[in-house]
């Protein structure tokens, strides 16, 4: 009965030694997945100085930003100070414009004048002949009348001196029309200058446009790269925030996994102590067996 409860003992011991042996293969494996967290842990500390460079990036994007801000207020002032020069650019070239159109309407009247005063000439002219017809008329009557040489002569010194009149008249007339003439001829050139300078304001307004419809597409062209800045920012804060939360969950895993470790140690030093307290017994029954 004594060597069968020691075999019953020795199968219990057995039957205990392989459960001890189950459990550290259990903590060789929980020491496996121990040296697995120091891996995460290795890895958490190169995301963490990934997170830094992340950082640092960070800023001087942020840095390129400020001034890329910068450069955006200081196109629209410049694009303000284009559309205000733009404006007054408008404003003279409507002067001009007004002065030419001034200057047409003068042109124009003084055309209408001179057709008058032509016409006056063409008057003239005819009554002239007329008159020179009427003194040859008179010369004839002249030499067929002799009686009547005196009331003649009366009528011929008046008509002497209405055709003077007229002379004059025509003479006047045509200075007139020679001044009428050369103030066309000025009025024509002031009106060629005026053209120019339009043309001129034109081409310069042109320009102007051209360099302010550059200015708009430099600006969305900027307003475009900001906007992708500040998403790829965005991007950036939230891989970081990412990186943080799987930090914060390592280190809880990290403080149970420890945890776990102090508690596998406190018992396999009680099974070490429980193994040698059966090793004890082993020897002290194969004593007795002996």
């Known amino acids: 009965s004594t060597i ?11 039957a205990e030694l392989k459960d001890r042996d189950k459990e550290l ?13 120091w891996e995460d842990r290795q890895k958490i500390l ?17 840095e390129i930003i400020k001034s890329l801000t910068k450069r955006l207020k200081f196109l ?20 001009p414009s007004q002065k030419v159109t001034d200057a047409t309407v003068h042109c124009q009247a ?9 016409c006056s000439v063409l008057e003239l002219s ?15 009557m002249l030499k067929l009348k002799d009686e009547a040489l005196l009331e003649t002569t009366d009528h011929i010194t008046e008509f002497t001196s209405k055709f003077k009149k007229l002379e004059s008249a025509l003479r006047a007339a045509k200075t007139e029309e020679f001044s009428l003439n050369k103030e066309k001829q000025d009025l024509k050139l002031r009106l060629k200058e005026r053209i120019l300078e339009t043309n001129k304001l034109k081409d310069d307004l042109c320009e102007k446009m051209k360099e302010n419809s ?19 920012l965005t991007l950036t804060v939230e891989k970081a925030k990412r990186k943080d939360q799987l930090l914060q969950f390592a280190k809880s895993k990290q403080a ?24 004890v017994n082993l020897e002290s029954s194969q004593e007795l067996r002996q």
């Open 110 to 118: 003084l055309e209408e004048k001179n057709q008058s005063l032509h």
């Open 126 to 140: 005819a009554k002239t002949g007329q008159l020179q017809a009427r003194e040859q008329e008179l010369l004839t």
């Open 46 to 62: 190169t995301l963490a100085e990934r997170c830094n460079l992340l950082n640092t990036e960070l800023n001087k994007r942020n």
């Open 25 to 37: 293969n259990d903590m060789v494996a929980a020491h496996q997945r121990q040296l697995l967290a």
């Open 256 to 279: 149970r996994t420890d945890t776990e470790l102090s508690s596998l140690r406190q018992i396999y030093e009680k099974q070490q102590r429980d193994l040698q307290f059966l090793h």
């Open 76 to 95: 629209e002032s410049q694009q303000n100070d284009n559309k205000t020069t733009f404006e007054n650019t408008q404003q003279k070239f409507k002067e």
């Open 4 to 14: 069968q409860k020691r075999r019953q003992e020795l199968r219990l011991l057995i």
């Open 214 to 232: 550059k200015q708009q597409e430099e600006i969305t062209r900027l307003k475009q790269e900001n906007g992708c800045l500040r998403n790829e």
